[in-house]
C-alpha cells in the first residue's frame, strides 16, 4: 500500500487540505433519517467505539458491536462494556453481513487488519466509516469499489462525546466523504445523520476530507494538545521542586492548573485567559509565550513537514511493525517522572490561585495554541479546522490531566496522538532546556510580583497583539455559534 496523501498532484493536494466549510444548523434538518431503521455494526468498543455507539442508539438508531473472537472468549472490557451497555455482540463473521453500515472503531494501528478481515464480509453498497482518516490517507487503504466510505471525527476525546450529549449537547465534529468510494453519491446524507445521531450537529460540524483531518489532527495532537502539556508539566515541576516549593503543592498546580487555566480559554480564548492575570503577570506571560515561540517553532514546523511528507507516519508504522518497542518504553518512562509519582497535597488551591501562580503555564498555552494554528494554517489548513484543532480541543485535553495527570490523558487520547506526543516531548525537553535555567518561582509556583509598575502603552500594545491574532478571531465566531447551536 501506498501513502494515498504523496499518490495525488499538488494541485489535487491543496484542493483536499483546503476542504473545510462550516455547516449550517438547517443542513441538518433530516435529522437522522438517512440512518433510521438501518442496522449499525460497530468494530471495536473502546473510547470512541462505546461512547458513540451509546449517543446513536439514545437518538433512536440500530447498534450493535462486532468484535474480535477472543474479546468475547476472554470477556475483555470492550465486551463488558458493550454487553454491560445492554448492547448484542457477536461476532465478525455473526454481525458484519448483516449491516448497512459499519463503524471502524479500533485503534489506527489495527485498520488494515480489521478492514481486511470485515470488508470480504460486508454487503454489496454497504457504508464504510471511520473517526480518523489515518488508514485511508498515510496507509493508502484500497476499499471495494461498491462501498461507500465516510468519516465522522469527533474532535475530542470519547468520554466528552457522551458527557456533552447527556448534557443535551454535543462536540464539534468533522464529516467526510472519500472521493475515491461513493458510487451512489449517499455518503454525504449518511455522514450528516451519523453527525446529528452522536449530537455533533449542535456543536458545529465542519464538511471537510479526509486529508484536511489527517493532517490537522495528527499535527494538533503532537503539539498543543497532548506534546505540550506533557512537556509544560514535566519541566515545571521539576523546576518548582529544584526552586523549593513542596512537591504536593506543585504537583497539584500543575494537575489541575492545565484545566483551570484553560477553562478560561474554553470562554473566551486567549484573551480571556491572559485577562485572568493581573497586568504585570499578562505581561511576563506575554514576554514568556513570545520567547517560548521563538523557541518552539522550527520543532512545530517540523512536525508539520514531516506530517506532510509521511515521514512521521512511515516512522510510526515502523515502530507498529516492531510490536510497539518505542510507543511502549516511552509510556513507561512518563510513569516513572517525578511529576507522575508525586501525590498531591490535600491543601485546596483557590481557582485564581492556579493562575497567579502558574504564569508559566498560561505562557505554554498561548504559544502553543498559536503556533499550533499558525503552522497548520500556513500549511493550507482552513483556519476552522486549525481552531478546533488547537485550542479548542485544549481544555478537553487539560480535563483529562486532571482526572489522573499524563497517566490518563495518555490512556485516554488514541495511540496514535500518544505516539506524536512523546515524540514530541523527547524533543522539546532539550529545547527548552537553556530557557528554563532562567525560569525561577516567581512564574511557576509563586505569584509574580516584580515590577508591580505596568505603562499604559505597553499594556495596550500588548493588549493588541493578543486580541488580533488569527485563532481569537475565527474563535469568537465559532464560540459565539456554538452557543447559538445550544440555545436553539
Ligand atoms: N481516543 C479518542 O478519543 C479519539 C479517537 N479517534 C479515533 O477513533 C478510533 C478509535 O480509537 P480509540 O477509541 O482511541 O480506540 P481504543 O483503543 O479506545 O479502542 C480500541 C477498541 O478496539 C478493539 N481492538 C483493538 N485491537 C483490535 C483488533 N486487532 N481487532 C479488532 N478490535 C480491536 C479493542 O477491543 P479488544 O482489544 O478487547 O478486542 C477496543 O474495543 C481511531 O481511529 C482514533 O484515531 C478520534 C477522535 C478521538
Ligand atoms: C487529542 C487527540 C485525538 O486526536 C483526539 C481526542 O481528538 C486522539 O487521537 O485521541
Ligand atoms: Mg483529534
Ligand atoms: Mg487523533
Known amino acids: 500500500m501506498t501513502n494515498y496523501f504523496n499518490t495525488l498532484s499538488l494541485r489535487e493536494q491543496l484542493i483536499e487540505l483546503g476542504k473545510c466549510r462550516f455547516m449550517e444548523s438547517s443542513e441538518f434538518e433530516d435529522g437522522v433519517s438517512a440512518l433510521k431503521g438501518l442496522k449499525i455494526v460497530i468494530i471495536g468498543c473502546g473510547a470512541q467505539g462505546l461512547n458513540q455507539g451509546l449517543n446513536m442508539r439514545d437518538s433512536g438508531l440500530d447498534i450493535s458491536y462486532a468484535l474480535r473472537a477472543q474479546a468475547i472468549s476472554e470477556k475483555r472490557p470492550s465486551f463488558l462494556n458493550a454487553t454491560k451497555n445492554g448492547f448484542t455482540v457477536g461476532t465478525y463473521q455473526e454481525l458484519v453481513p448483516t449491516a448497512d453500515l459499519v463503524l471502524n472503531l479500533t485503534p489506527d494501528k489495527q485498520h488494515t487488519n480489521v478492514v481486511n478481515a470485515v470488508m470480504p464480509l ?34 475530542c476525546p470519547g468520554s466528552e462525546v457522551r458527557e456533552e450529549y447527556k448534557r443535551g449537547f454535543g462536540v464539534p465534529t468533522l464529516i467526510a466523504v472519500h472521493p475515491e468510494n461513493d458510487p451512489q453519491g449517499k455518503g454525504l446524507k449518511q455522514a ?54 513542596e512537591p504536593g503543592y506543585a504537583a497539584k498546580l500543575i494537575q489541575y492548573g492545565w484545566e483551570t487555566i484553560t477553562e478560561a480559554l474554553k470562554h473566551g480564548g486567549i484573551t480571556n485567559m491572559m485577562d485572568r492575570l493581573s497586568n504585570p503577570a499578562k505581561i511576563k506571560a506575554f514576554e514568556i509565550s513570545e520567547r517560548l515561540k521563538e523557541i518552539m517553532r522550527p520543532l512545530f514546523q517540523k512536525h508539520m513537514d514531516d506530517i506532510m511528507s509521511g515521514h512521521f507516519s512511515k516512522t510510526m508504522m515502523e515502530d507498529w511493525a516492531n510490536e510497539d518497542k518505542n510507543l511502549l518504553s516511552w509510556r513507561a518512562e512518563t510513569g516513572e517522572t517525578a ?38 494554517t500556513a500549511s493550507g489548513i482552513i483556519a476552522e479546522s486549525a481552531y478546533y484543532e488547537s485550542l479548542h480541543e485544549t481544555p478537553l485535553i487539560a480535563n483529562t490531566i486532571a482526572r489522573k495527570k499524563l497517566y490518563e490523558m495518555n490512556r485516554v487520547i488514541s495511540d496514535t496522538a500518544e505516539y506524536g506526543c512523546y515524540l514530541f516531548d523527547h524533543a522539546c525537553k532539550p529545547l527548552l532546556k537553556d530557557f528554563m535555567k532562567t525560569v525561577k518561582t516567581d512564574v511557576i509556583g509563586a505569584k509574580f510580583s516584580a515590577g508591580n509598575q505596568v505603562g499604559n502603552q505597553r499594556l495596550i500594545a500588548v493588549n493588541k497583539v493578543i486580541r488580533e491574532h488569527e485563532v481569537e478571531k475565527v474563535g469568537a465566531v465559532l464560540r459565539a455559534s456554538m452557543t447559538a447551536m445550544t440555545q436553539l
Open 339 to 376: 511529576f507522575e509519582k508525586t501525590a498531591v497535597t490535600s491543601q485546596e488551591i483557590p481557582e485564581q490561585e492556579y493562575f497567579d501562580h502558574g504564569t508559566l503555564l498560561v505562557a505554554f498555552v498561548r504559544s502553543g495554541v498559536e503556533l499550533a494554528f499558525e503552522t497548520m
Open 122 to 155: 460486508m454487503k454489496k453498497g454497504a457504508t464504510l466509516s471511520y473517526s480518523h482518516g489515518f488508514n485511508i490517507v498515510e496507509e493508502g487503504m484500497q476499499i471495494r469499489e461498491d462501498l461507500t466510505v465516510i468519516m465522522v471525527a469527533p474532535k
Open 192 to 245: 450528516k445523520a451519523y453527525a446529528v445521531a452522536t449530537g455533533g450537529h449542535k456543536a458545529g460540524v465542519l464538511q471537510s476530507s479526509f486529508v484536511a483531518e489527517v493532517k490537522s489532527d495528527l499535527m494538533g495532537e503532537q503539539t498543543i494538545l497532548c506534546g505540550v502539556l506533557q512537556t509544560g508539566a514535566i519541566l515545571s515541576f521539576d523546576k518548582m521542586v529544584e526552586e523549593g516549593i
